[in-house]
C-alpha cells in the first residue's frame, strides 16, 4: 500500500510543537513507517520550492502550526491549503491564535518603536525600522511583511480538523496514527473534527470539589495549595471550567491551573466570556447581599490581567480580539 | 457629533425592567428610541458571550436592566449579572474599549419613569462617547464569518 504523504508547515511558533510530534518516542517510527514526510523545515532540510512544487491535492494531510502573523506565514498556510487534501490545525497558536496571538494587545507600531527605538540599548536616530523591498547595491532585497494582527489558521484558510494543546499532548497526537491508518482507505474523519475531549477539563479533573464559593483570588506562588481540592475553591484562577479537556489534567496533576490551552469547548465561541461566568458565578458569592457596588469591584480587581488570563491561547478568536488604539 | 444616532442593545428581565419599560410605554413616557430591546428570563441568565457579541458586531451601547438587589424573582440572579459587568468592563478597559458602553442598572416594574430616565442618560452617555469602534469595519464581518465557519466545523459533526 501506498505511503500517505505528510507535511507539517510553521507559522509564528516556538516549535514546541514539533517536539511534541517527537515526543511520541518509538511510536515515532510507527508514524514514519505509515507516512512519508515531504515537508517538516524543523526537523529535516526542506526548501520552501519543494512544497511550491507539489501539484493541487497531493499531500495527504497537512498540518500547520502557529500563529500567522507574517506575509510569509500567510503564504505558507495557503500553500499547505492547496497542496493538501486534508488540513489540521495543528496546536493553539493554529486552531486558535495562542501565545503569539496576545500580539493583538499591540500595535505593529507600538512593536517597531519598542524595539527599534525606546529599548536603552538600542541608538536609532534615525528610526530605522525593517521594511518589505530595500535596494541596496543595486539589489533588491526583501523583506516578509509584518501585520498588524496575529491571527489563526481558520481565519485565512480552510481548516478540515483541529488538535489543539500547547502542546498538544502526546496521547492526542497518537490517536493521529489510526485515523492517518483509516485515511489509507480514502475514508476521511468529518470535517471540523476537533482530536480532544468534547467536556471541560472539569469532567477529567481528579480534584475534589466540595464548596463552590470563594471570597478571594490567589496567585499560584503565594499558596500551598491542598492537593486533594479543586484549585479554583481554593481561590486560585483555574481556566477548567472553560476549557476542553482531553490532555488529562496534566497541569492539575502537577498542582498548577489550568491556563485553558485546549481551547473552548465545542459549543462555546468565546472561552473568556464563559470563565467570566464561571467567575462571576463563585467569587464573592457569600454574603452578597452585603456588598457594594465599590466590593464587587475590588473583588473583580483581583483579577489583574483579565485578556491575559481569560484570553491566553484564544485572543485572536475572541468576540473582540483586537486592542482599539487610538492614535 | 451631530448626527450620530447610536444603536443600543438592551438586555431586560422580565419580572422587573422589561414590566417596568412596559409601564414606560402604557403611562405614554417619551424617551428616545434608540435602544433595541431584548427581553431575559432574569438578567443573572445574560452570558457575558452576548454582551461582547453585541459590541463586536457594531452596537453602541448594551444596557443591562435587572430588579433591585434583593428583589430578583430568582433569589440571586441580579447579584451574579452584577459580578459578570464588573469583570466585562475591565476586560473592556484593557481592550481600548470604554467601560461607561455597557450599563447595568436596577428598574423595578413599577419604575416606569425611572426606566425611561436610565435609558435617556444612557443614550446620552453613549452619544457624547461617539460610535463604537469596532462598528463598520468590513474586515470584521470577513471574520466574523471565518469564525462561525470555525466554530461550526469546531462541533463534532
Known amino acids: 500500500m501506498r505511503k500517505l504523504k505528510l507535511a507539517i ?34 526537523a529535516m532540510d526542506f526548501k520552501l520550492k519543494e512544497l511550491e512544487e507539489f501539484g493541487e491535492g497531493e499531500i495527504d494531510l497537512g498540518l500547520y502550526h502557529g500563529t500567522i502573523r507574517t506575509s510569509a506565514q500567510e503564504h505558507i498556510a495557503h500553500l499547505l491549503r492547496e497542496k493538501s487534501k486534508a488540513l489540521m490545525a495543528f496546536g493553539s497558536c493554529a486552531c486558535f491564535g495562542g501565545i503569539p496571538g496576545l500580539c493583538n494587545l499591540t500595535s505593529k ?52 480538523y483541529y488538535l489543539p494543546g500547547c502542546p498538544p499532548v502526546v496521547e492526542l497526537i497518537e490517536k493521529l496514527l489510526p485515523i492517518i491508518e483509516l ?18 477539563l472539569c469532567e477529567e479533573c481528579p480534584l475534589t470539589r466540595e464548596n463552590k464559593m470563594i471570597s478571594q483570588i490567589v496567585r499560584p506562588h503565594q499558596v500551598i495549595p491542598d492537593p486533594q481540592r479543586c484549585l479554583l475553591e481554593q481561590g486560585i484562577l483555574c481556566m477548567g471550567p472553560a476549557t476542553r479537556g482531553g490532555c488529562g489534567a496534566r497541569c492539575i496533576k502537577a498542582l498548577m491551573p489550568c491556563r485553558g490551552c485546549m481551547g473552548p469547548t465545542a459549543e ?58 487610538k492614535r | 457629533m451631530e448626527d450620530f444616532d447610536p444603536r443600543i442593545i438592551g438586555f ?24 433595541r430591546m431584548i427581553r431575559v428570563m432574569c438578567s443573572g441568565a445574560i452570558d457575558p458571550e452576548h454582551i461582547l457579541n453585541a459590541l463586536s458586531m457594531g452596537a453602541d451601547g448594551v444596557f443591562i436592566g435587572g430588579c433591585h438587589p434583593g428583589d430578583c424573582h430568582y433569589m440571586a440572579g ?18 481600548g474599549l470604554e467601560p461607561q458602553r455597557v450599563r447595568l442598572e436596577w428598574v423595578s416594574a413599577a419604575e416606569g419613569q425611572r426606566f425611561a430616565q436610565v435609558v ?26 471565518a469564525r462561525n465557519r470555525a466554530r461550526l466545523h469546531m462541533r463534532r459533526v
Open chain 1, 9 to 42: 508547515g510553521l507559522g509564528s511558533t516556538c516549535a514546541g510543537c514539533d517536539i511534541a510530534i517527537l515526543d511520541l518516542n518509538e511510536k515515532i517510527l510507527d508514524l514514519a513507517a505509515a507516512v512519508e514526510i515531504v515537508f517538516w523545515p524543523t
Open chain 1, 109 to 160: 507600531e507600538a512593536i517597531f518603536e519598542t524595539v527599534y527605538r525606546d529599548t536603552p540599548s538600542t541608538v536609532n536616530p534615525d528610526f530605522t525600522v525593517p521594511k518589505t523591498e530595500v535596494k541596496e547595491g543595486g539589489y533588491l532585497l526583501t523583506l516578509p511583511e509584518l501585520y498588524q494582527e496575529g491571527k489563526a489558521l481558520p481565519q485565512v484558510v480552510d481548516v478540515d
Open chain 1, 183 to 200: 485515511m489509507k482507505t480514502g475514508e476521511l474523519p468529518p470535517k471540523g473534527t476537533v482530536i480532544a475531549s468534547d467536556k471541560t
Open chain 1, 268 to 325: 462555546v465561541e468565546d472561552q473568556g466570556a464563559k470563565m467570566i461566568s464561571a467567575i462571576a458565578s463563585i467569587l464573592g458569592v457569600e454574603d452578597e447581599k452585603k456588598l457594594s457596588e465599590e466590593d464587587v469591584e475590588k473583588l473583580m480587581n483581583q483579577i489583574k490581567d483579565p485578556v491575559g488570563t481569560f484570553y491566553r491561547f484564544t485572543l485572536p478568536m475572541a468576540l473582540i480580539n483586537k486592542r482599539v488604539i
Open chain 2, 12 to 35: 431586560c428581565c422580565n419580572w422587573c425592567a422589561y414590566a417596568g419599560a412596559d409601564l414606560a410605554g402604557i403611562s405614554r413616557i417619551q424617551y428616545p428610541p434608540n435602544l
Open chain 2, 78 to 95: 441580579n447579584y451574579k449579572i452584577r459580578r459578570k459587568v464588573a469583570l466585562i468592563k475591565r476586560l473592556l478597559s484593557q481592550m
Open chain 2, 120 to 145: 435617556t442618560d444612557f443614550i446620552e452617555e453613549v452619544k457624547e462617547l461617539g460610535p463604537n469602534p469596532l462598528k463598520g469595519k468590513g474586515v470584521r464581518r470577513e471574520e466574523t464569518k
